[in-house]
């Protein structure tokens, strides 16, 4: 099951394509153990917008619950924008890595995008450490990306193509593990 909803890219109308049916919004199956059955189980509500364009904000965004019957664990579907544990929309991180990709410093990303360097060079490390991963999932559904030499050429042509949103949404779908 995909926690992701790659369907809805933007935190500006979160649920609203599916809201007329709720259905669409549940998972067939439980993602921890994989029986079907899952309950709408509410819903919370969650920051999706750091950024505020000309000081207003779109917070707070409600995310649907679902609950399991079986092994009684619950779980939710996030908007395509927003990254699944993370304080800011995966547009923010793109521009950051973005710039790193271009050959910025740290210093330098920061001080033109928002996050600070300590969690630019977070976001770097997690990209580092899943790189092969990422990149079997991602050369699965797109083979020209496996020609690139280096991680660097890797994300940039993958940048170049889709947005990391997309990206991790394919990810995400195969069972790669974006956290």
């Known amino acids: 099951m995909s926690r992701i909803l790659s369907a809805i890219r933007s935190s500006d109308q979160p649920l609203s394509p599916l809201e007329p049916h709720p259905e669409a919004l549940r998972p067939r199956q ?11 189980h509410g819903h919370y509500r969650r920051k999706a917008d750091r950024e505020g364009q000309a000081g207003v904000y779109r917070d707070p965004v409600p995310i649907p619950r679902f609950y399991c019957r079986h092994c009684r664990a619950t779980c939710s579907r996030l908007p395509g924008a927003m990254a699944p544990r993370r304080w800011y929309s995966w547009g923010v991180q793109q521009a950051a890595l973005a710039l790193l990709l271009g050959g910025s410093s740290l210093r330098r990303a ?3 995008s928002r996050p600070g360097r300590h969690t630019i060079r977070r976001w770097w490390g997690w990209l580092e450490d899943r790189f092969a991963r990422y990149r079997f999932h991602l050369c699965s559904h797109f083979p020209e990306l496996g020609r690139t030499p280096s991680q660097g050429a890797f994300w940039s042509a993958c940048l170049h193509r889709m947005s990391l949103a997309e990206a991790m949404g394919w990810i995400e779908r195969d069972g790669g593990g974006v956290p």
């Open 30 to 40: 439980c993602p921890h153990c994989g029986l079907g059955g899952v309950w709408r």
């Open 110 to 112: 920061a001080r033109m």
